[in-house]
T-cell receptor, first 115, second 110 residues
Framework: DGGITQSPKYLFRKEGQNVTLSCEQN?????MYWYRQDPGQGLRLIYY???????QKGDIAEGYSVSREKKESFPLTVTSAQKNPTAFYLC??????????????FGPGTRLTVT | SQKIEQNSEALNIQEGKTATLTCNYT??????LQWYRQDPGRGPVFLLL?????KEKRKERLKVTFDTTLKQSLFHITASQPADSATYLC?????????FGSGTKLNVKP
């Protein structure tokens, strides 16, 4: 089956620790995205990548880092500098790097809890 | 800055009725707008895309309108079913990105 996988589904960390969230897609999509979703708020864009070895900051990139070494993988690291890391994290991909005509395919999400 | 408003209160309707959800945006003029469905604890799923010159788009029981003068999109589900119960997100497109609203939760009661 084609799609996007995120792992793990639930993740618990202590404050001060860095944590990496996995995102893999086998849709052969060029563009990949990371969003954060908090209760009562819309999805907020953290980082996005339109091509391998290149990525851009979204609206809330502070405290996060990403890499895009392979087309199918776009891991997100939540660093200790992120002040409120507890949230639901969603990864997405789309076929077209710039066009708005293409839907985004979302993964199942990772719920991160930091205490 | 751009702002997207969707009714934060849940919409409760009876099975068989038409559900109408509203998406208002301010401070920009998107040329495209998408609607997504999100079930609890899961990622959003794409439903429809509408362009600014289309005014209305239909797909099976779904209908989306796009009024660029009012800066508003309406999302309709006709003959609603309990399986339509979910949160619906609108996503206007601007500056090469889609910006997502917080969504409106729809409850369809049998």
């Amino acid at each position: 089956d084609g799609g996007i996988t995120q792992s793990p589904k639930y993740l618990f960390r202590k404050e001060g620790q860095n944590v990496t969230l996995s995102c893999e897609q086998n849709l052969n999509h060029d563009a990949m995205y990371w969003y954060r979703q908090d209760p009562g708020q819309g999805l907020r864009l953290i980082y996005y990548s339109q091509i391998v070895n290149d990525f851009q900051k979204g609206d809330i990139a502070e405290g996060y880092s990403v890499s895009r070494e392979k087309k199918e993988s776009f891991p997100l690291t939540v660093t200790s500098a992120q002040k409120n890391p507890t949230a639901f994290y969603l990864c997405a991909s789309s076929a077209n790097t710039q066009g708005p005509l293409y839907e985004q395919y979302f993964g199942p999400g990772t719920r991160l809890t930091v205490t | 800055s751009q702002k997207i408003e969707q009714n934060s209160e849940a919409l409760n309707i009876q099975e068989g009725k038409t559900a109408t959800l509203t998406c208002n945006y301010t401070n920009y003029s998107p040329a495209y707008l998408q609607w997504y469905r999100q079930d609890p604890g899961r990622g959003p799923v794409f439903l429809l895309l509408i362009r600014e010159n289309e005014k209305e788009k239909r797909k099976e029981r779904l209908k989306v309108t796009f009024d660029t003068t009012l800066k508003q999109s309406l999302f309709h589900i006709t003959a609603s079913q309990p399986a339509d119960s979910a949160t619906y997100l609108c996503a206007p497109y601007n500056f090469n990105k889609f910006y997502f609203g917080s969504g409106t939760k729809l409850n369809v009661k049998p």
